[in-house]
């Protein structure tokens, strides 16, 4: 079974430019999750879709971050314009349904380095 | 107050000893609980999970939880090297949506 999928690996970009990061997540899974983690902090969940609806955005900086899920599969990470603070790796993670007993499985992570 | 909280370590043990890793959290209605491995520099993976009051056992890993308490802890029996991580602990709010990570615990095990 592929994991999850997510490009790029590693992202420089300088303050006030956009970035986008794309994620695939593990067949059938209909839940997906972005994460921001900063270096020595614990994962902060940004948005959860359920297939292509989003189920919770509320850690979500909507000013300047937007995510999509189309078809309920791929998803889209943006981030516009940038700061230097969003410097962290961004984790996309998914599951069969979104249950309390549900299992996350986490991609291997998108690491931004804003200068 | 932190809705997950973990002690951020170093936590030190030799290897063969028994590793306890301790977690609390705040929301009292919260349903499940989680234990992630994160190696330096690669992404959370699955160590187990557990959603009733006791202990859950999975090879050298046991799950203990108490919601009276709010308090969750993963024992690691025969620690090796191999196990220097750092451990998350996530809990799972009352309607399963939102997974809140706490800021993990550092462990080393010295060969």
């Known amino acids: 079974e592929a994991g999850v999928a997510q490009s790029p690996r590693y992202k420089i970009i300088e303050k006030r430019q956009s970035v986008a990061f794309w994620c695939n997540p593990i067949?059938?899974?209909?839940?997906l999750y972005w994460y921001q983690q900063i270096l020595g902090q614990g994962p902060k969940l940004l948005i959860q879709?359920?297939?292509?609806?989003?189920?919770?955005d509320s850690q979500l900086p909507k000013d300047r971050f937007s995510a999509e899920r189309l078809k309920g599969v791929d998803s889209t990470l943006k981030i516009q314009p940038a700061k230097l603070e969003d410097s962290a790796v961004y984790l996309c993670?998914?599951?069969?349904?979104?249950?309390?007993?549900?299992?996350?499985?986490f991609g291997p992570g998108t690491r931004l380095t804003v200068l | 107050q932190k809705e997950v909280e973990q002690n951020s370590g170093p936590l030190s043990v030799p290897e063969g000893a028994i590793a306890s890793l301790n977690c609390t959290y705040s929301?009292?209605?919260?349903?499940?609980f989680f234990w992630y491995r994160q190696y330096s520099g690669k992404s959370p993976e699955l160590i187990m999970f557990?959603?009733?009051?006791g202990d859950k056992e999975d090879g050298r890993f046991t799950a203990q939880l108490n919601k009276a308490s709010q308090y969750v802890s993963l024992l690691i029996r025969d620690s090796q090297p191999s196990d220097s991580a750092t451990y998350l602990c996530?809990?799972?709010?009352?309607?399963?949506?939102?997974?809140?990570f706490g800021a993990g615990t550092r462990l080393f095990v010295k060969a």
């Open positions: 996530a809990v799972k709010n009352t309607g399963g949506f939102k997974t809140i």
């Open positions: 067949s059938g899974h209909a839940t």
């Open positions: 993670a998914s599951s069969l349904a979104g249950t309390y007993t549900d299992t996350q499985y």
């Open positions: 879709f359920q297939n292509n609806g989003v189920v919770d």
């Open positions: 929301d009292r209605g919260s349903q499940s």
């Open positions: 557990i959603y009733s009051n």
